[in-house]
């Protein structure tokens, strides 16, 4: 069965501070890989997505990697704002039957503390 | 203004009523699909319908219903047989056979049995 794996589950960090999300994941066949932020109640915004030739993309702060040999793609935030507290959610699409059903990750909370 | 809107906002159930969360969206897309989201847990598919008149089961379709007679509309009905009906609700739509298409998403309905 296809998998999405978030680490950590929740983060807390300073503003200003960097950090690191990471997604691990069994999807195959693999088509594309999207990066999701999700504010405390609302529907998760795009932030950037990934397909199989690429290795890192940038949309301002944030930096998208993917590794499609070992499956695992990270989201790494740059000088954090208070306006990043929010879960950020990995989403992996395979191919099937030209269908590219998503296969969602539980997300990660990061939370920016002042 | 192109998009999807979700309603309403917050929805109270009693206990063996069905009620329909309604989903449309202006954005010309083929594919619809409603998620279900419970705190702590990543985005689960419920439905999904690539094209009017046609809709297909997620993983966690029992207890639902759904209708796609208007390429604008995917409504989601939620009968009394879905035991644990109280959660977060999330609608979202895209272009089905576009291999990087972003799927976007309406701000949700928070259905809450009483």
């Known amino acids: 069965k296809n998998q999405v794996e978030q680490s950590p589950q929740s983060l807390i960090i300073l503003e200003g501070k960097n950090c690191t999300l990471q997604?691990?994941?069994?999807?195959?066949?693999?088509?594309?890989l999207r990066w999701y932020k999700q504010d405390t109640g609302r529907g998760p915004v795009s932030l950037t997505i990934?397909?199989?030739?690429?290795n890192t993309k940038s949309n301002g702060r944030y930096t998208a990697t993917l590794d499609a040999d070992t499956k695992q793609s990270s989201l790494h935030i740059t000088a954090s704002q208070l306006s990043d507290s929010a879960s950020y959610i990995c989403?992996?699409?395979?191919?099937?039957?030209?269908?590219?059903?998503?296969?969602f990750g539980r997300g990660t909370s990061l939370i920016v503390h002042p | 203004d192109g998009g999807i809107t979700q309603s309403p906002k917050y929805l109270f159930r009693k206990e063996g009523q069905n009620v329909t969360l309604s989903c449309e969206q202006n954005?010309?897309?083929?594919?619809m699909y409603w998620y279900r989201q419970d705190p702590g847990q990543g985005l689960r598919l419920i439905y999904y319908?690539?094209?009017?008149?046609?809709?297909q089961k997620g993983d966690i379709a029992e207890g639902y219903s759904v209708s796609r007679e208007k390429k604008e509309s995917f409504p989601l009905t939620v009968t009394s047989a879905q035991k644990n009906p109280t959660a977060f609700y999330l609608c979202a739509s895209s272009y089905p056979r576009s291999m990087n298409t972003e799927a976007f998403f309406g701000q949700g309905t928070r259905l809450t049995v009483v």
């Open positions: 319908s690539q094209i009017v008149n046609d809709f």
């Open positions: 989403v992996v699409r395979e191919t099937s039957g030209g269908s590219y059903i998503p296969t």
């Open positions: 954005l010309n897309h083929d594919a």
């Open positions: 997604c691990n994941y069994t999807v195959s066949p693999f088509s594309n």
């Open positions: 990934m397909t199989f030739s690429e």
